[in-house]
């Protein structure tokens, strides 16, 4: 399972960002996703997760209502839109597959995209 992360950037605090994950189709159909984050020192989190069929999302409280979990199934793209960004939520984030719905702790995910920096400035 192999899964590119990519959009990470500088942005002012208030701001958003689009954070892409790209996987195969294989992958969309089998796993469960989520977004994770670990700023610099710092223990990584659980952030939002998503499964398909049928669609559902959870998400951690820090980034409920702000950010949004989605998938473009022609693109075979998961998506983390991030709105009214703080300088709190600068750190790596990282897209993961897992097997099982619902989870939260890190060490029950299966795969793992590298890393993409965002920084919030405020």
């Known amino acids: 399972v192999q899964l590119q992360a990519c959009g990470g950037g500088g942005v002012q605090a208030g701001g958003s960002l689009r954070l892409a994950c790209a996987a195969s189709s294989r992958t969309f159909d089998t796993y469960v996703m989520g977004w994770f984050r670990q700023a610099s020192g710092k223990e990584r989190e659980f952030l939002a997760g998503i499964r398909w069929i049928p669609e559902s999302a959870w998400y951690e409280d820090p980034v409920l209502g702000r950010f949004t979990i989605s998938r473009d199934y022609a693109k075979n793209t998961l998506y983390l839109q991030m709105n009214s960004l703080r300088p709190e939520d600068s750190a790596a984030y990282y897209c993961?597959?897992?097997?099982?719905?619902?989870?939260?702790?890190?060490?029950?995910?299966?795969?793992w995209g590298q890393g993409t920096q965002v920084t919030v400035s405020s």
């Open positions: 993961a597959a897992a097997k099982i719905y619902g989870l939260r702790t890190v060490e029950k995910w299966d795969y």
